[in-house]
């Protein structure tokens, strides 16, 4: 039997082979190792941010009905993003496109969350405003990711809209970076 890699011959059987290899291994680990042992630590922890989690779980809203029902309800993709923190793709919505007057409502229960005249152009493939309609969305801290972001959520059922943040346009200086697919329109 030939020596494990890295570890020198020596007399004796397979099972001291074994044991110098693991000492080596362990006191004296190759860039090789070390470089793998961190990339799989840092692969863990990004999958470990990027989980997916029920949206507003420990809160309670006006409008609540089981997972099931919001997901036939809603169909795959707004049910990922509403119910489940998912994220659309960018440029993927056509009310990226939408330049209408109207209102922006929430698909999960229909409560009118943003004017069209606060819609602008973010260049992020997700449609964005400047400000909700008050009272329509409530705000949570966002630790997914590894970084703090602020969640939007819908006031009425708790559905996750997409996040705000401090970069978007006069008066408010926010911007409501929203997914489509959680959203309807109506012109008028």
Known sequence: MAPAPH??????????RADIYITVMVH???????????????????????????????????????????????????????????????????????????????????????ASQTKFDSGTGWPSFYAPLPHAVATRTDGSLMMQRVEVHCRQCGGHLGHVFDDGPKPTGKRYCMNGVAMTFRAG
């Open 28 to 114: 004296d680990p190759s860039r090789r190792s070390l470089l793998s042992f961190a990339a799989a630590g840092i692969a863990g922890a990004a999958l470990w941010g990027c989980r997916s989690a029920p949206a507003a779980a420990a809160e309670r809203f006006p409008v609540a009905m089981s997972d099931a029902a919001w997901r036939k309800k809603l169909g795959d993709q707004a049910w990922a993003v509403l119910r489940h923190e998912s994220t659309e793709r960018p440029f993927s919505s056509p009310l990226n496109d939408e330049h209408r007057a109207g209102r922006f409502a929430c698909k999960g229960c229909a409560l009118p969350l943003f």
């Open 7 to 16: 570890c020198p011959a020596r007399a004796g059987d397979a099972g001291d």
